[in-house]
């Protein structure tokens, strides 16, 4: 595993980063077990889909923090943006926004994922993503700043041809969805995008000299290689078996 503390720095230069998803119930021995089939940069952690608890959050990121590997929460839904910043102080090292459509929600979660001067997220929070000796209040909000990662899903046609102005500064990734992107495209069946590929490409493109990367899940390992071939350099899978 790379270094836990430079995912966004990663990210940002646009290093190929390779994450898998697992439950808030992984314990320990499972999480290690998983990290050690492949070498990934990160876990991903879901509220939109699955169960939640914020006593569960904690713990899941402190055994997390414990065996070295940044945390990506799904929050529950698109306008729980505002609660950002509470679900930060339970331990993850970055945010993901599900079906995002308008600027108007990236504005929210920039403000509620950033410390001032740049945002307006609240100091506090014993549980907070490497806090550790960066007690100083100015000390770890200039730190996180620069470190935590905030992801914006985009899951329909609107939203991808809209990619561009959801990437706004402080946005490190836009995240694929394609599943309701689908849904999407099946409502708009005489759109130029025909397949998720098509969209993939255009979103790529946009996204060009923005400093937002796409993240995609594949969720298949053998799929590496593709996607990788296309550009995109942020991939989320299932664990290997």
Not at 17 to 38: C, F, S, Y
Not at 188 to 210: I, M
Request: charged share 25%.
């Amino acid at each position: 595993m790379k270094p836990a503390d430079q995912l966004k720095q990663r990210i940002n230069r646009g290093d190929f980063v390779v994450g898998i998803g697992v439950a808030a119930t992984t314990g320990r021995k499972q999480l290690e077990a998983a990290l050690a089939r492949d070498d990934y940069d990160y876990v991903s952690v879901d509220s939109q889909h699955s169960p939640f608890s914020e006593e569960r959050l904690v713990e899941f990121c402190g055994v997390a923090s414990d065996v070295g590997i940044p945390v990506i929460f799904r929050i529950k839904h698109t306008r729980h943006s505002y609660l950002i910043g509470n679900l930060l102080d339970l331990g993850p090292a970055g945010i993901e926004v599900p079906q995002t459509e308008e600027p108007g929600t990236v504005e929210e979660a920039l403000h509620y994922f950033y410390y001032p001067q740049f945002g307006g997220r609240s100091w506090g929070g014993a549980a907070r993503w490497m806090v550790k000796g960066r007690d100083d209040r100015l000390t770890y909000a200039g730190w996180w700043n620069q470190h935590g990662v905030l992801w914006m899903q985009i899951e329909s046609i609107g939203a991808v041809t809209r990619a561009r102005s959801l990437a706004r500064k402080g946005v490190d990734c836009l995240s694929w969805g394609p599943a309701d992107l689908s849904f999407s495209r099946e409502a708009n069946p005489h759109h130029p995008f025909k397949t998720d590929d098509d969209c993939v490409r255009y979103a790529l493109k946009v996204l060009e000299g923005s400093g937002t990367r796409l993240a995609i899940r594949s969720y298949d390992p053998e799929l590496r290689s593709k996607y990788r071939d296309m550009g995109v350099t942020v991939l989320l899978e299932r664990p290997r078996s």
